[in-house]
């Protein structure tokens, strides 16, 4: 994300793009291709990906619609979906300045 200002989180101010690729092959045997996000939701809200910041999640993006992590949605690889993460900060929450924050997922695509 860059630097962040803490008084600018808000909205889509901090709205980042995912850069990921997809390619399938093998017998889907009728199955649908799905991708689904797993990880840790923030303890604030249990629909963002929890980041290592007390205060500070991230809202996944699908098509400008949010995921809900642990959830399959369907994907279609010649056109698969924008992702994006956005930072979400917890009313009233703050943060240090200079203060660094990680965040991990995972991306699974499967036959479903």
């Known amino acids: ?3 962040v200002y803490n008084s600018d989180i808000a909205g889509d101010a901090y709205k980042k793009r995912m850069q990921y690729s997809v390619f399938c092959s093998g017998d889907a045997s009728g199955k649908t291709i ?3 996000f797993s990880g840790s939701g923030a303890g604030f809200d249990g629909t963002l990906l929890r980041t290592d910041a007390q205060g500070l999640g991230i809202k996944i993006l ?3 619609s949010q995921m809900i992590l642990g959830q399959w949605y369907d994907l279609n690889p010649s056109s698969p979906p924008t992702l994006e993460g956005v930072l979400v900060k917890q009313n009233g929450a703050s943060f240090t300045n200079g203060q660094e924050f990680n965040a991990s997922a995972t991306l699974k695509v499967a036959y479903n």
């Open 1 to 3: 994300y860059g630097d």
């Open 34 to 36: 799905q991708l689904q």
């Open 62 to 64: 699908r098509n400008n």
